[in-house]
């Protein structure tokens, strides 16, 4: 790959092939509102219908994602008008200061920047969150490719993986475990700017808590058992999932997911493995499929007789509406919620302490990693 | 010698009887909680200084106080302009039960409802052992009378505690006063505040004060200054005469002849019919009335319902009408629409009733809550037991949908509106001795039913009027605003010329485009013309195309008049929702610069601004 400079910055052949995509992309949606207005045309455009209703199983890519129902947005009404022209502001952002100057922004600096589009300023942020979205639908590209930033760092990653990171001061080659301190290799906004070089891990484990992920490194179980650790932070950011999937796509390393055993955090793994309903369009970019769920499980609560706390009315109401969930609807999730919802308990990943501080690295762990045919 | 043993327990009997009864119709007369027993009795006050002041041509200013009176109990005042009450009247009045004439009358009248302020003057005594306390002036240049009354409630006689003339420094009016076990509630349908709100809606000539406990004074001030017509009394109709009150005419007629106590006493019977009805019950024309048994009475009720009387006269009834209904709604809910009706009169069972109904539409009234239910006999609110009224379900029968509104559940209506339905009759069929609801007497509904049907009609078509100028605001919003910053942002990041959006805004408006296009020809210029109806309706024009170039193999061949050095081409042209009209020409022997500088076209026949693309003028455009 030969690095050119550009734009006072550096940018690599790759990124300039992206940009570009973005940028036609772009263009093509203005493009298509121009020639509306020279064919005498209402503007409008077709997106499919972002509701809970239109989202499907794609059985190919076993992932969920948005099913056939479309709604057009159209300037005949003024809802649909200030969205054509936000939209027409939001693209001249993305491509006049975005693309073509090698910046980029974030979800909220893109709020506040609308403030100086006069009628064309978003009321609120969740509003210009959605625009964002909707061009992520129509150009089929995510927001990365926009230069859209998220607002939280990213997670981080921790095990022996070499790769190639593309910033803006030039190639990087780190190792995620001889390179960099305890905290980690912090995976970037842009996960497309990482390229794989080298590797010996069996598996990856991606870990709901900064406390478990900070065990598990203490207790040196990545160098043991030749894992890469990937830390949640709870539900997952975008790149976090993109990170996941592409280890697992390009490198064939199989994932478990270890979170609290209680059903938000399973909703933690099920957003891995399938995919939001919010971003139903970018499932197929960020949901890994072939992700496992280690733990915890109810059985592990009895298994292991773990400290528990009681489930709240609302932990109740989130199993059972999980029984319902296309995406628990397995053997093996409707016995464990069940099992879940007799006992009435809930424990956290820190609850294997109180056997000992390296139970769940010596113990647990490679119990069920045997048991998943991982190890 | 003794009395008799059947006298003393006669007496005895009497001596319970008052209070027992009641004890034992507590609920019946309104005093069977302590919220309610305050609302009866201001209603009963209230009731009287009305039919008074109306009875006396006054405009009625009636102040209702209310305070703390230690404990459980409260203190009422109820005060009015009224004409007065003569001094021997006074005690009776307040202090008998069941005194009073209007319980013989048959006309339209409040005091149908509630058994009179003399149970609010039993209650109180009963339950706080007060006297009542009254004060009433009949003129001016006389001093006012104040007395303190107990009612014997062995005897059902006033008994007087004090009387003494006083000064009182109103011109007259009558003033009561009087403690009694009860509670002031607010917040709820079946409060003071709301019946005085409701009766302020329907006596738009009264100005009522209300007081509160805690001192605050609200002021339902009146909307006009005119005393609506008393209603007439009449003689009552043989199709709606019961059994009872027949026997008690017969036994008090002066009449002494059968057929002329019929032609007398009932309205609707003629010397023909009163002789007809004597014929088919058996009975002599000429028999006395006060001889006539119980079984005879109960001959002449059949015969009643079997002959052939026509209907009772309906101008005895007294419609608080229209404008006031209206008056009454404006002045107490602020809102964007009021419609109301007036219903001509019908009759039900020999009874003359009509319906009046108004409705009253947003503003500040919630969007989300059931409609609010005024309900009116005899301009008296109805408070308690909406859900068993004839009104409800009348209301309920209705399918909203058709007039616009929501109707979750099929019964009463969701939105932002106040119905309001007034029942005047000489006998409004109650459901129960209560008064509270009107009973499910087929033709009140159907009436009821006609009359919200035609308010709901005017809210209907205001409603639309509404979303229809709305629709308009919005669209020319999208086509002055939106629509040119888009074309022109569009244009920005493509760096092309803006885009001509007329073609866009005539389809967003639903507007007829004219455009014209140019194009080289031989020796000169084609001219087309495409003429377009975006709208929903038909557009009738001239289309005229004036300039100084003679046109050449125009089609359709316009008609030609010559101004001057310029030519007026015109096209009479019917255009349907949707059609589109080319016309055609050549300009011959004429330049791109002269064929691209053509003047602007006129479109005859249309509103400015349903036209784009060319000038619009209004014109006369015949079919």
Same mark, same amino acid.
């Given at each position: 790959m030969v690095p050119k400079p550009y734009g006072g910055m550096w940018m690599s052949n790759q990124t300039q092939q992206r940009d570009k995509m973005a940028k036609e992309a772009l263009l093509g949606i203005i493009e298509r509102f121009y020639d509306q207005f020279e064919h005498q045309k209402v503007p409008n455009i077709v997106m499919p219908t972002r509701t809970k209703s239109n989202i499907e199983y794609n059985n190919d890519s076993e992932v969920w994602v948005y099913g056939d129902s479309t709604s057009t947005r159209s300037a005949k009404t003024v809802k649909g008008a200030n969205q054509i022209l936000k939209m027409s502001y939001v693209v001249e952002l993305l491509i006049k200061e975005h693309l073509e100057n090698n910046r980029g922004s974030t979800l909220r600096e893109l709020y506040y920047i609308s403030e100086n589009w006069d009628i064309a300023k978003f009321n609120e942020q969740p509003e210009s969150d959605r625009m964002i979205e909707d061009l992520e639908i129509i150009s089929a590209l995510q927001r990365e490719y926009f230069h859209m930033r998220p607002e939280e760092d990213g997670a981080t990653l921790f095990g022996s993986l070499k790769l190639k990171e593309t910033t803006k001061r030039g190639e990087r080659i780190i190792?995620?475990? /001889? /390179?960099?301190?305890?905290?980690?290799y912090q995976i970037p906004f842009?996960?497309?700017?990482v390229e794989f070089l080298d590797h010996d891990a069996k598996f990856i484990i991606a870990i709901e808590t900064g406390g478990m992920h900070a065990r598990l490194i203490e207790n040196g179980f990545d160098e043991e058992f030749n894992a890469i650790q990937v830390h949640l932070k709870g539900q997952p950011a975008r790149s976090t999932r993109r990170m996941l999937k592409r280890l697992n796509e390009e490198l064939n390393i199989p994932v478990v997911v270890f979170t609290d055993g209680d059903p938000w955090s399973y909703r933690i793994f099920a957003s891995v493995a399938y995919g939001a309903i919010k971003s139903a369009h970018m499932s197929e970019f960020m949901a890994t499929p072939a992700a496992k769920f280690i733990g915890v499980q109810p059985s592990d609560i009895v298994d292991y007789d773990l400290s528990t706390d009681k489930l709240t009315e609302q932990d109740i109401k989130a199993l059972r509406s999980e029984l319902t969930d296309p995406r628990f609807d397995s053997d093996y999730w409707k016995t464990q919620i069940q099992l879940q919802l007799d006992i009435g308990k809930k424990a956290e990943q820190q609850a294997f302490a109180g056997k000992g501080l390296d139970f769940v690295t010596q113990r647990y762990l490679p119990e069920r990693l045997t048991e998943m045919g991982i190890i | 010698m003794a009395h008799p043993i059947a006298e003393e327990l006669a007496k005895k009997q009497r001596a319970i009887s008052i209070a027992e009864f009641f004890e034992k119709n507590r609920q019946i007369l309104g005093f069977d909680s302590a919220p309610r027993s305050l609302l009866t009795a201001v209603k009963e006050g209230v009731d009287n200084s009305l039919d008074a002041c109306e009875e006396a041509g006054i405009l009625p200013d009636i102040m209702v106080s209310i305070e703390n009176a230690g404990g459980e109990n409260l203190g009422l005042i109820i005060e009015d302009n009224g004409p007065g009450i003569v001094k021997e009247q006074i005690p009776k009045t307040f202090a008998k039960l069941l005194y009073g004439s209007r319980f013989h009358a048959i006309k339209q009248s409040r005091g149908q409802q509630g058994i009179g302020i003399s149970a609010a003057v039993l209650y109180s005594q009963l339950t706080t052992g007060r006297p009542t306390r009254i004060i009433s002036k009949i003129d001016r240049d006389k001093p006012a009378n104040y007395y303190e009354l107990i009612i014997n409630t062995s005897t059902n006689d006033p008994e007087i505690l004090d009387e003494k003339e006083v000064d009182w420094d109103r011109t007259r009016g009558t003033r009561v006063e009087l403690e009694m076990k009860a509670s002031y509630v607010k917040g709820r349908r079946q409060s003071v505040l709301e019946y005085l709100k409701s009766t302020a809606i329907v006596n738009t000539h009264a100005r009522f004060t209300l007081v509160e406990p805690d001192g605050n004074t609200i002021v339902f001030e009146r909307a006009v200054d005119t005393i609506p017509e008393p209603a007439q009394e009449i003689l009552p109709h043989p199709e709606g005469i019961e059994l009872g009150t027949l026997i008690k005419m017969l036994r008090y007629t002066d009449r002494q002849k059968l057929a002329p106590f019929l032609r007398y006493s009932f309205s609707r019977i003629g010397l023909h019919t009163a002789e007809e009805i004597c014929k088919a019950a058996h009975l002599d024309t000429e028999s006395d009335p006060h001889n006539l048994q119980l079984e005879d009475a109960k001959k002449l009720i059949d015969v009643f319902k079997k002959v052939k009387v026509s209907a009772p006269p309906t101008d005895c009834l007294s419609p608080i009408t229209e404008s006031l209904i209206y008056k009454g709604l404006e002045k107490e809910y602020s809102v964007d629409f009021i419609a109301t009706i007036s219903r001509a009169a019908s009759v039900h069972s020999g009874h003359p009733f009509l319906v009046e109904a108004g409705v009253a539409y947003g503003g500040s009234l919630g969007k989300e809550d059931r409609v609010n239910i005024l309900r009116f006999a005899n301009r008296v609110p109805l408070l308690y037991q909406q859900g068993g009224c004839a009104i409800t379900h009348a209301i309920e029968n209705i399918r909203w949908k058709n007039y616009s509104l929501n109707q979750p559940g099929g019964s009463i209506p969701a939105g932002p509106a106040v119905f309001m339905v007034h029942v005047a009759s000489t006998h409004i069929p109650f459901t129960s001795e209560s008064k509270d609801a009107v009973a499910d007497v087929p033709e009140i509904m159907a009436e009821v039913e006609l009359a919200l049907k035609d308010v709901g009609r005017k809210l209907k078509t205001f409603l639309s009027k509404q979303q229809h100028l709305s629709k308009r605001r919005e669209k020319e919003e999208i086509i002055k605003k939106i629509l040119p910053r888009i074309a022109e942002k569009v244009s920005q990041v493509l760096d092309k010329p803006t885009p001509d959006i007329t073609p866009i805004v005539a389809k967003v408006m639903g507007n007829l485009l004219v455009q014209r296009s140019v194009s080289k020809n031989g020796d000169g210029y084609q001219v087309e013309i495409d003429i377009r109806n975006y709208g929903d309706a038909t557009f009738a024009i001239k289309l005229h195309d004036t300039h100084q170039y003679s046109v050449r193999d125009a089609q359709p061949e316009p008609k030609i008049i010559s101004m001057g050095r310029d030519t007026d081409h015109t096209w009479k042209l019917n255009l349907k929702a949707g059609d589109k009209e080319t016309i055609k020409y050549h300009l011959p022997f004429v330049s791109e610069e002269e064929a691209n500088a053509l003047p602007g076209m006129i479109v005859e026949g249309v509103d400015e601004g349903l036209v784009n693309g060319a000038k619009a003028v209004r014109g006369y455009v015949d079919e």
């Open positions: 190792h995620c475990r /001889d /390179d960099v301190g305890e905290g980690g842009n996960v497309e700017n | -």
